[in-house]
């Protein structure tokens, strides 16, 4: 008879299924987890990252939701919450959980501002910085995220727009690194992630931006953006070379 692991023996395999991309394996086991003892909130927030990276942003959601039950000062849960409403587009419900990412960090951020205040100051730079964008005034709108990503890094829809700013600024690279470093805080940032593809793409690693993109996909099969992407790449693939 096989030896029924503890619980700490399956947090560990699901932690390390998850380092694997093994998100069905790593759900698996989180899942076994929270049935046995439901008050772990970093398993809850695992859980739903998960879910969302294969493709169940309603149910990473629910996820998220019991991480800050049991944890109400779980910045990143409370992030993750935020960024995978934003992307279901419940705009209002993703602004209320950044703005509890940012009441929740008040004793972790060792800023210059009181939590509030920041929020509030990175949220207006980067609304500054979307009407540069809309203007074309490309350098100005990067100007600006950079101040809202100086006050609130952990912003990452924010970070998000700097780095795509980047991109259409023709700093690729720049682009790159400021989107893995985002996909690395939350690697079901699903938009991040068709951006890093556009990145890598402009950069020249084709490979690289179909691998991106294709990964896109499995978490949101519908997304036509990305659809667009790939279809983009194939036909320069399909142009021929000049001799």
Known sequence: MAHELTTEQLIARGRDAYARNAYLAALE???????????????????????????????????????????????EAHLNRAITLNELGRLDEARDSFQRAADADEDRSGGRFPSTVAARLANQHAELGDLYLQAGSLADAEEQYRRACAIRPRFLDIRNKLARTLIDLGRAEDGVEELRAILEMNPAF???????????????????????????????????????????????RDVPRAD
């Open 29 to 75: 086991d989180f899942q076994e987890v929270v049935r046995r003892a439901p008050r772990f909130a970093d398993v809850h927030n695992l859980m739903g990252l998960c879910l969302s990276l294969t493709g169940r942003p309603e149910a990473a959601v629910e996820a998220f939701d019991r991480a800050v039950e049991v944890n109400p000062n779980y910045v």
């Open 190 to 236: 699903t938009a991040a992630r068709a951006n890093l593809g556009l990145a890598l793409y402009r950069a020249g690693d084709l490979d690289a931006a179909q691998a991106e993109w294709e990964r896109c996909l499995a978490q949101q099969p519908g997304n036509a953006q990305v659809s667009g992407y790939l279809g983009m790449l194939q036909r320069r």
